[in-house]
């Protein structure tokens, strides 16, 4: 078992994001490799100065612009959008591991009254007209559906007929997303698009506790070091007939992975609780313990982060609390709506709250707040407006407006 101080503990968890030292990912190609790391990244819809999924890669990706990931995911199709830790950006190699999903969303079909013969006519429509969105769709008036797969919908309430059905023909995996303007999503064949190969694929992983030993793994893999406890770094892996993960599920996907030598174990001091990491990961973790310096960074990070996925474990390694306050009514907000946290080498420094006006080209930092005993240096201070630049650039804004 490895030991590692919490200082380690930061370094390790930095250097596998790439958020410390020298760049490790770099380009277009470089995102795809971190998305490949972590299994998935989060996507959610709101833009403030970036949505999530591009500030995830721009804080670890040198050279990264926006056009990289919605390339990746619609051109070069080498990603795809699925619900996995909610929302979600998947590589597209991994698309048979969710078959079970697309065939649970498949029969639940029957149970909604009507829906049916709007499946046929919406795919007949893009059979004859292409990508298409629902406001393009001619299928009027609202049904009662609600997904299988996610938790988009509410079983009581009549939702948007043609959105309904286009939701249900991609979470059956008849259509995928063919390309988003804005928020807007237009859906296309799959068949059109995804070799036929990879969309007949069977389940590589029939066996339930299989499949779930995998997903665990894989969010191992994004956060880095995880224990075996109750995480939101495990929502939406659910048992068929449950709505969580159970202990039981858990427990044995753990005792397999340590048994099969796919993870380690890892000591930290003043954490009780084991963590565990991939095994792959044990060079890193011996170059952690050689002490070789590494060169700090200045980062921001998104709301959804894959290393802010278990905030307890943030707090016990990093001795950082985040809240994602975007929901919290503004009355009741410590800091602001959309707040990114702030790293400089192996340490959070501080939050950035910022907007862009892409219109006009301005991006606007309404506040920064450093953390306590954080003393903000020149060094430090040149960093920080620097990182805000590259904030700045990647929004397209050549101005950037700093708090007095």
């Given at each position: ?5 919490k200082e380690q503990a930061r370094q390790f968890l930095l250097l596998r994001h790439g958020l410390l030292g020298e760049h490790r990912f770099r380009g277009k190609e470089g995102a795809l490799a971190y998305i490949r790391q972590c299994g998935c990244i989060q996507f959610d ?58 065939q649970r969303a498949a029969a639940a079909v029957p149970q909604f009254e009507g829906l049916q013969p709007l499946l046929e006519k919406a795919m007949a429509f893009i059979e004859a007209n292409g990508p298409v969105s629902s406001a393009e769709l001619p299928i009027e008036g ?263």
């Open positions: 078992m490895t030991e590692l101080t819809p709101v833009d403030v100065c970036g949505r999530n999924a591009e500030l995830v890669l721009q804080s670890r990706v040198k050279g990264f612009r926006m056009s990289h990931l919605s390339e990746l995911l619609y051109r070069d199709r080498l990603l795809f959008d699925y619900p996995d830790k909610n929302q979600a950006i998947i590589p597209l190699e991994d698309r048979p591991y969710f078959a079970r999903y697309r609202e049904i009662f559906w609600h997904s299988s797969i996610h938790w988009s919908g509410n079983w009581h309430k009549p939702s948007n007929a043609a959105r309904s059905v286009l939701e249900q023909l991609y979470s059956d995996g008849r259509l995928i997303i063919h390309h988003k303007e804005g928020t807007r999503k237009y859906y296309d064949l799959a068949a059109r698009h995804l070799p036929e190969e990879l969309r007949t694929a069977p389940d590589p992983l029939p066996e339930e506790q299989d499949h779930i030993t995998w997903r665990i793994l894989r969010r191992i893999r994004a956060v880095g070091l995880l224990w075996n406890r109750p995480s939101d770094a495990w929502l939406n892996i659910e048992a068929q007939q449950s709505a969580k993960l159970s202990k039981e599920s858990r427990n044995a996907a753990f005792s397999s992975l340590l048994r099969d030598g796919k993870i380690l174990e890892v000591r930290v001091e003043g954490i009780r609780d084991v963590l565990y990491c991939p095994a792959e990961d044990l060079p890193l973790l011996e170059e952690i313990l050689s002490a070789r310096k590494q060169k700090p960074r200045c980062e921001l990070l998104a709301p959804l982060d894959c290393l802010l996925w278990d905030r307890k474990l943030l707090k016990a390694i990093f001795d950082f609390d985040y809240t994602w306050e975007i929901y919290t009514p503004e009355a009741k907000r410590k800091y602001g709506y959309y707040v990114l946290p702030m790293i400089y080498g192996d340490r959070f420094i501080g939050r950035v709250e910022a907007a862009a006006d892409r219109k006009n080209g301005i991006l606007t930092v309404k506040h920064l707040w450093t953390e306590p005993n954080i003393t903000v240096t020149k060094t430090v201070q040149k960093a920080m407006e620097r990182c805000l630049r590259r904030l700045a650039k990647l929004n397209g804004c050549e101005e950037l407006i700093l708090p007095e």
